[in-house]
């Protein structure tokens, strides 16, 4: 990032850090959670993400936190054909990784609006370490394809004013769940207000979210996080 005072000189560059592989936990059949050992001089704040170099090829990953741990946590959705995704589904304990960062604004802004956070899929990862970071009294929407993808439901639902799964199929569905998309849920049960948002998933979801927050809740802050 430049810096307010380096402008017209080169961009100072992006520390380069190597961790290895200490973990891997499986959610589901197709999403798990890594460790990293991290290394000593890194710190992030909740709701960063980390850029992870392999072959030539770079992809970012919400850091999951806690943010104090002596370890970095990702929860990462393994992609059919996906290389990154595919690697660090088999990669063997021990395995040497490299990454950039800490990147990213996605972070906690505290302000007397409410703040509603919507998510899809691997999208709830950042909104998992504002909440193990402390931040309390918000409205989470998750949406998912399937009951097991609710990841970390149990402690986002401890921690969150109201927690919302959100699933377009009825199957295993828990009683709290909605049935449709966020945006859906968003429509249907926000009471017309002033609210910051915070967005973190597909960039078509938020695309609509932010369209849907034009027209009914004008004068909202928005933050968002494509992930692809
Ligand atoms: C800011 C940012 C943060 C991100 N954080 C995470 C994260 O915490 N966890 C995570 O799993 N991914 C995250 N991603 C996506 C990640 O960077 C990779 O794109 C993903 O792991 C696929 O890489 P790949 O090389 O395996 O497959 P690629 O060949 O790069 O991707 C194949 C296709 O899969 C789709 N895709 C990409 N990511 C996802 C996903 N998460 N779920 C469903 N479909 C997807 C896209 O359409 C993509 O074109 C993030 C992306 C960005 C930009």
Redesign the pocket.
């Known amino acids: 990032m430049e810096s307010l005072t380096g402008r017209g000189q080169p961009p100072t560059p992006t520390p380069a850090w190597t961790a290895r592989l200490a973990a891997r936990r499986w959610l589901t059949p197709g999403?798990f959670e890594i460790a990293l050992e991290r290394p000593a001089a890194f710190r992030f704040t909740p709701g960063q993400?980390i850029r992870l170099g392999l072959g030539g090829?770079t992809?970012?990953?919400?850091l999951l936190g806690p943010a104090d741990h002596p370890r970095l946590h990702?929860?990462?959705?393994?992609?059919a054909?996906?290389?990154?995704?595919?690697f660090l589904a088999e990669a063997p304990p021990e395995t040497t990784l490299h990454f950039d960062g800490p990147l990213?604004y996605f972070v906690w802004r505290p302000s007397p609006r409410p703040a509603v956070w919507l998510a899809t899929?691997?999208?709830v990862?950042p909104f998992v370490a504002l909440a193990r970071a402390g931040v309390r009294g918000f409205r989470l929407a998750h949406g998912v394809r399937a009951v097991d993808e609710l990841y970390y439901a149990e402690e986002l639902r401890a921690a969150a004013a109201l927690y919302v799964p959100c699933l377009t199929t009825a199957a295993g569905a828990p009683p709290d769940a909605f049935r449709g998309r966020v945006t859906e849920w968003a429509v249907a049960s926000l009471a017309p207000g002033i609210y910051d948002f915070y967005l973190c998933g597909?960039g078509e979801m938020i695309r609509d979210a932010t369209r849907i927050i034009d027209a009914g809740f004008a004068g909202s802050r928005v933050f968002s996080?494509?992930?692809?």
Do not use: H, K, N
């Open positions: 999403t993400r090829a992809r970012d990953y919400s990702l929860c990462i959705r393994r992609l054909g996906g290389p990154v995704s595919t990213g899929g691997t999208g990862a597909r996080e494509i992930f692809f």
